[in-house]
């Protein structure tokens, strides 16, 4: 085989994969920077390094795509909840504009 496919869209798999400590640094380091920006759900993918460690590959910002596979493997409704978490948080910032103005 030549080829080497990462993305579900593309023929790749999902796996279930805890989050490790390297990845849970990435995220406190990028996570401010996104919510500035008004990026509220974002998905990364890392890669393991020469040194062993976990590095940022990618972040995804506009695609949700990932989250049937994911629910899939949790058997959880994430897709429910993810778009109940981005409703909540545009009716908040609403009303905090409201209040505001």
């Keep these: 085989m030549d080829s080497w ?14 989050v490790d400590v390297d990845e849970q640094k990435i995220i406190r380091v990028i996570d401010p920077v996104l919510s500035k920006m008004g990026i509220v759900m974002y998905g990364v993918d890392t ?10 590959s990618e972040i995804n910002t506009t695609s949700i795509g990932g989250l049937p596979q994911i629910a899939r493997l949790m058997k ?3 897709v429910k909840e993810a778009t109940d978490l981005i ?15």
């Design 5 to 18: 496919l990462c993305n579900v869209a593309m023929g790749g798999s999902s796996n279930i994969a805890e």
């Design 87 to 101: 409703w909540n948080y545009i009716t908040e910032k609403m009303d905090r504009d409201v209040i505001n103005n």
């Design 76 to 78: 959880k409704p994430l």
């Design 47 to 56: 890669l393991v390094g020469d040194d062993g460690k976990r590095v940022l």
